[in-house]
Each structure stands twice: as structure tokens, then as C-alpha cells.
């Protein structure tokens, strides 16, 4: 129970990597701020958080939209007091090669994957800077490393994050608060469950350890990331890819 007594502000965390990063910090203890487009998705997500025997929070909003993510806050104060850890996990895709993507799906990429974590993380760094201590961990990609056809705007989004991570770990690493990122390769979700079964096939082929990863091994460096012992770990990217990227 490293955690006990923080609270943990998570997005897009009714399923996939971002549910299993709130089942893994919970069961160290720490309470959940489940945040998700879809109220009722959330809010089975944080009944079943639940029953792990901490409190949690479901709290729907489009983090890409400033209104929204100041009310998540506000809200998850009044519950909870403070934030100490924020997982800007919530992301999408809209994929098409450079000359056929529409300009309305590279809006909405960057939007919901990188000026959400520039949202969030304004408003956790306000609290977090109080109380001289925050952990931020961002979910990255390893397509920002790689590129890859056909998602301009999700791998520019992704590498768009790196520098974010970087950049907001040096302006507030003077308060104790840390800001790293995590850069999933493929890893079994819905996100991935869509690709055409011989495109996931060709993608198998280049990973050294020979099987896809699981939300799990995702969640499992962001609690990394998320304890006190990893204090004097800041602006890094943890790849989690199976040797895809090295
Ligand atoms: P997922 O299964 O599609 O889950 C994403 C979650 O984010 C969903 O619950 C979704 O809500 C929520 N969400 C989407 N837009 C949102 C918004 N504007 N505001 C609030 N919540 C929003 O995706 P995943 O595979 O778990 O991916 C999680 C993160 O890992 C993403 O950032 C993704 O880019 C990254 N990643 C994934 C992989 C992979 O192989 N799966 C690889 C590298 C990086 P709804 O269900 O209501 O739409």
C-alpha cells in the first residue's frame, strides 16, 4: 500500500490502459478520479474501483475542452482535497494517409491526445505545486519515435507530448512534482482490436518479444512512475513496446 492516502486523477479511464492504470494504483491504495466521456462507463469502472477498498470518483467530460476539465477539477477537490498523481491517458485515433486526412480529424487528434494534457496538467500542476510534490505521467506512443503510415496526426500528437513531458518537468521540478511519459507499442485494446487481422499480423513480426502487450504491462511502469521511490526520475520516456523501438 505505497499509495494511501493520494488520490489519482486518471483519464479515459473506463477501459482499456487507462482502466487497468486505475485498477493497478488503486490496489496500492490510493483513491481514483475516473475521467471519461461516458458517464456510465465511468461510473462502472469506479464501482468496481470500489471493491478494492479505496474511494473513487467517476467523472464524465471531454478533456479536450477547457470548461470541462476545470469542472473535473474543481469537482475532484471537493471529493478528495487534493491530487497527487494525474495520468493523462485519454486519447484517440482517426487514421488516413497525409493527403486524404481531414482537417477535422487532425483537430480532433491533436485536441483530444495533446491540448488535453496541456489542460490537465495546468490544473494539477496549480495543486500539485502547493504541496510541493506531484506525480504526471503521460501516455506517449512509440509511434512519436517511429512515425507510421497513415497517422500523422496521432504520431505528431504523441511526439508532441514528448516535448511537453520534458518541458514541464524542468519548469516544475523545483516544486517535487515529476512529469515522464510512457510509450506504449501495440497493445491489446479496443483502439487496436479495429486493424485489419493481417496488419496486426505484419506488426507481430517486428516485435523481438514475439506477442503483443497487455494493458497491464502498461500499468505497470505508470505505477512506477506514480510511486515515491521514483522521485528523482523526471522528463524520461519509459518505453513499453516488447523491443519494437529501441
Ligand atoms: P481505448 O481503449 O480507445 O480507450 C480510450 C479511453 O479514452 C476511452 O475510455 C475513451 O472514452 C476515452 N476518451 C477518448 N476521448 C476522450 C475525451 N475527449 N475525454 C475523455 N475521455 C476520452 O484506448 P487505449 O488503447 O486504452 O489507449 C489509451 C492510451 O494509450 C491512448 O492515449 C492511446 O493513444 C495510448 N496508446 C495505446 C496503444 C495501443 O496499442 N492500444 C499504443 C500506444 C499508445 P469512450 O469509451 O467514451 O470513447
Redesign the pocket.
Known amino acids: 500500500m505505497h499509495l494511501k492516502g493520494q488520490t489519482a486523477l486518471i483519464?479515459?479511464?473506463?477501459?482499456?490502459?487507462?482502466r487497468a492504470i486505475a485498477e493497478t494504483i488503486a490496489k496500492e491504495g490510493a483513491n481514483i478520479v475516473v475521467?471519461?466521456?461516458?458517464q456510465d462507463?465511468a461510473q462502472q469502472c469506479a464501482e468496481h474501483i470500489e471493491t478494492l477498498g479505496v474511494k473513487a470518483l467517476a467523472l464524465s467530460?471531454?478533456?479536450?475542452r477547457s470548461d470541462d476539465v476545470r469542472n473535473i477539477f474543481e469537482k475532484a477537490v471537493e471529493t478528495f482535497g487534493a491530487i497527487e498523481i494525474l495520468v493523462n491517458?485519454?486519447?484517440?485515433?482517426r487514421d488516413a494517409l497525409l493527403l486524404r486526412m481531414k482537417e477535422e480529424d487532425w483537430d480532433s487528434v491533436l485536441n483530444?491526445?495533446l491540448k488535453?494534457v496541456f489542460l490537465c496538467t495546468k490544473e494539477a500542476v496549480k495543486l500539485m505545486a502547493k504541496k510541493r510534490y506531484g506525480r504526471i505521467i503521460n501516455?506517449?506512443?512509440?509511434?512519436a519515435f517511429t512515425g507510421n503510415p497513415g497517422q500523422a496526426n496521432?504520431s505528431a500528437s504523441?511526439a508532441g507530448i514528448v516535448g511537453l513531458t520534458k518541458t514541464t518537468a524542468k519548469e516544475y521540478a523545483s516544486r517535487s512534482i515529476t512529469v515522464n511519459a510512457v510509450?506504449?507499442?501495440?497493445?491489446?485494446?479496443?483502439?487496436?482490436e479495429k486493424l485489419p487481422e493481417n496488419v496486426k499480423q505484419e506488426m507481430l513480426k517486428t516485435i523481438p518479444l514475439g506477442k503483443f502487450?497487455t494493458?497491464q504491462d502498461?500499468a505497470n511502469a505508470v505505477l512506477f512512475l506514480s510511486l515515491p521511490v521514483s522521485g528523482y526520475i523526471t522528463g524520461q520516456v519509459i518505453h513499453v513496446n516488447g523491443g519494437m523501438f529501441m
Do not use: C, Q
Open positions: 483519464t479515459g479511464a473506463a477501459r482499456g490502459i487507462g475521467v471519461d466521456l461516458n462507463e467530460g471531454d478533456v479536450s491517458n485519454a486519447g484517440i485515433t483530444v491526445n488535453s501516455i506517449a506512443s512509440v509511434v496521432y504523441k510509450a506504449p507499442g501495440f497493445i491489446m485494446t479496443a483502439m487496436t502487450g494493458p502498461v
